[in-house]
């Protein structure tokens, strides 16, 4: 009876304990139940991590529970006795024990690395353009964001291009310098190239430029609005210095670096839906500066009828601030999950700190 008893006990609780950790809002038992401290995903590729953690953590228990057992068994029946007078059998050189041995851990890495590739191939997956439903350009600079929808697709709202190719050609023309440019500074000879790969250092013609953009300010916390169960692609890029670019409901984050293809980076992912309503806190991951600390964002998501009327509105009214778009969708026109820092910051940006141009000096 005793032995049933606190049985029972254990029982009750682990099951309390394991059922504490739950944050889940997904119907799979296991994810309910038993995630081992991993957090909330809103993401498939967020579910696809967890449930591999879940099955890694059960694994190594289960390995944890044959090995315990082997070490403490023959400490607690095995041990000497008065009445032993020479060794016990010894069982060294057993050639099939030492290959089960050998060959049991490569099968449990196999095991575990063919699961780490299978996850990590889908966080990594970018599927083509013709499946992404919104594509938004990320600039990350010090020390805030900017948002552009680049292309959108979804419940009938529209951006088959969204570049401002008028920005893009005047950042264009702001990495070189023109032969007249060149005669007013009193020079001869042809416009001399600048120092890196022949553009200036004030060329910013890589980052990318959208008809319809979100820009965060001292004041206002930039809201990224995007719809759910819909593939979304952020390609992301930096004004300056590097920046990390974090939704950690997404439990993934990416670095935001200046002039990607220079650097070689990937600077591209998706998302292949968002699977809950909501707003979410994003943040920057990488120390980028004085103000790091209070470079955050909101990810909002919306359904999709909601998102395409909330491009609709902005496509209408180009003039209109984020905060209005939203409102006209019935929507909370300001960030909910964060609020802007009062860092006096603008005190030390004579411009308020709230255009990339005026910011992108390093
Ligand atoms: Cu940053």
């Known amino acids: 009876m005793a032995r049933q008893g606190a049985l029972a006990g254990v029982l009750g609780i682990l099951g309390l304990v394991l059922s504490g950790c739950s944050l889940h809002t997904d119907n799979k038992w296991w994810n309910q139940t038993i995630n081992f401290g991993f957090p909330t995903g ?25 090995v315990w057992a082997l070490m403490f068994y023959p400490m607690i029946f095995n041990r000497k006795k008065a009445t032993d007078t020479e060794f016990p059998r010894q069982t060294q050189y057993n050639v099939p024990l030492e290959l089960i041995y050998t060959i049991l851990p490569f099968v449990i890495i196999s095991v575990l690395f063919y699961g780490t590739v299978v996850t990590l191939n889908k966080v990594h997956e970018i599927r083509p353009e013709d499946e992404v439903g919104v594509r938004v350009d990320v600039t990350a600079y010090q020390w805030n964001w900017k948002f552009g929808y680049n292309k959108v697709d979804v419940a009938g709202a529209e951006i088959a291009d969204g570049t401002d190719q008028a920005a893009k050609d005047e950042a264009e023309k702001a990495g070189t310098r023109s032969k007249e ?53 952020f390609r992301l890029n930096s004004a300056d210095v590097i920046h990390s670019f974090w939704v950690p409901e997404f439990v993934f984050k990416l670095d935001a670096m200046p002039a990607p293809g220079h650097n070689q980076q990937q600077n591209v992912f998706q998302v292949a839906s968002i699977d809950r309503e909501g707003a979410f806190v994003g943040r920057c991951a990488e120390m ?68 990339i141009s005026n910011n992108a000096s390093n």
């Open 42 to 66: 809103i993401t498939p590729e967020a579910t696809a991590m967890r449930e591999f953690w879940t099955l890694t953590v059960i694994a190594s228990l289960i390995i944890g529970v044959i």
């Open 181 to 233: 440019e060149q005669e007013a500074e009193g020079l001869e000879g042809p416009a001399a190239p600048g120092p890196i790969h022949g553009r200036l250092p004030s060329d910013k013609s890589y980052l990318e430029y959208n008809n319809m953009e979100t820009v965060g300010t001292s004041e206002e916390v930039p809201v990224l609005v995007l719809p759910t169960d819909t593939r979304v692609e």
């Open 288 to 355: 980028c500066g004085t103000y790091h600390a209070m470079m955050n964002f909101e990810l909002r998501s919306v359904s999709p009828e909601t998102f395409a009327k909330y491009i609709e509105f902005r496509q209408a009214n180009p003039e209109a601030t984020n905060a209005e778009a939203l409102s006209a969708v019935d929507e909370a026109p300001y960030a909910t999950s964060t609020e802007p820092f009062k860092t006096g910051r603008a005190d030390t940006r004579a411009d308020g700190n709230n255009t």
